[in-house]
T-cell receptor, first 111, second 116 residues
Framework: GEDVEQSLFLSVREGDSSVINCTYTDSSSTYLYWYKQEPGAGLQLLTYIFSNMDMKQDQRLTVLLNKKDKHLSLRIADTQTGDSAIYFCAERDLGDYKLSFGAGTTVTVRA | DAGVTQSPTHLIKTRGQQVTLRCSPKSGHDTVSWYQQALGQGPQFIFQYYEEEERQRGNFPDRFSGHQFPNYSSELNVNALLLGDSALYLC???????????????FGPGTRLTVL
């Protein structure tokens, strides 16, 4: 789980859906996480998925996993100003303990 | 129920000095991991402690060391500080195995270290 890549910036209008993308490179047995970081704060765990799943939904959040392309996305429905933050994708292989993070996507919500 | 706590919040040191950062895990958690987050980057894994032993280590030099106490709290020590050690140091805790949230790592607010 060493190479996790994300696009760096996303701008979205309030009320629209946001889609944040991530690609990872490691094994077929891995956990994939989404974390949110607001300015000056630590990381808040939003959701996670195991690589044997295709989708997970939790209120306004939907995670989609394309195992063939090793592509993960986080969709935020009805994006609000409070969703402005940096979003990190991370992976952890089964049997490993460390999280490997991408560089983060800065999401800016405009009125 | 308190989450993961870290102290101090901010710290300023000069090159060559030594620093100790502290972390208390979330209640019910027995595993502590430390990460370094440089400005504009994602967190990088330093090491993880479980049952008072270092269980896994990332690509960090021996200047970075740690300790876990019987109450599961942990310290991160950095010797011979370099300018490049300036970063946000994050502690994360994980619950005991067998629980529904076993695969989750919960992060504290971090300690901002500035090396001058």
């Amino acid at each position: 789980g060493e190479d996790v890549e994300q696009s760096l910036f996303l701008s979205v209008r309030e009320g629209d859906s946001s889609v944040i993308n991530c690609t990872y490179t490691d094994s077929s047995s891995t956990y994939l996480y989404w974390y949110k970081q607001e300015p000056g704060a630590g990381l808040q765990l939003l959701t996670y998925i195991f690589s044997n799943m295709d989708m997970k939904q939790d209120q306004r959040l939907t995670v989609l996993l394309n195992k063939k392309d090793k592509h993960l996305s986080l969709r935020i429905a009805d994006t609000q100003t409070g969703d402005s933050a940096i979003y990190f994708c991370a992976e952890r292989d089964l049997g490993d303990y460390k999280l490997s993070f991408g560089a983060g996507t800065t999401v800016t919500v405009r009125a | 129920d308190a989450g993961v706590t870290q102290s101090p919040t901010h710290l300023i040191k000069t090159r060559g000095q030594q620093v100790t950062l502290r972390c208390s895990p979330k209640s019910g958690h027995d595993t502590v991991s430390w990460y370094q987050q440089a400005l504009g980057q994602g967190p990088q894994f330093i090491f993880q402690y479980y049952e008072e032993e270092e269980r896994q280590r990332g690509n960090f030099p021996d200047r970075f060391s740690g300790h876990q106490f019987p109450n599961y709290s942990s310290e991160l020590n950095v010797n011979a500080l370099l300018l490049g050690d300036s970063a946000l140091y994050l502690c994360a805790s994980s619950p005991l195995p067998g629980g529904s949230s076993y695969n989750e790592q919960f992060f504290g607010p971090g300690t901002r270290l500035t090396v001058l």
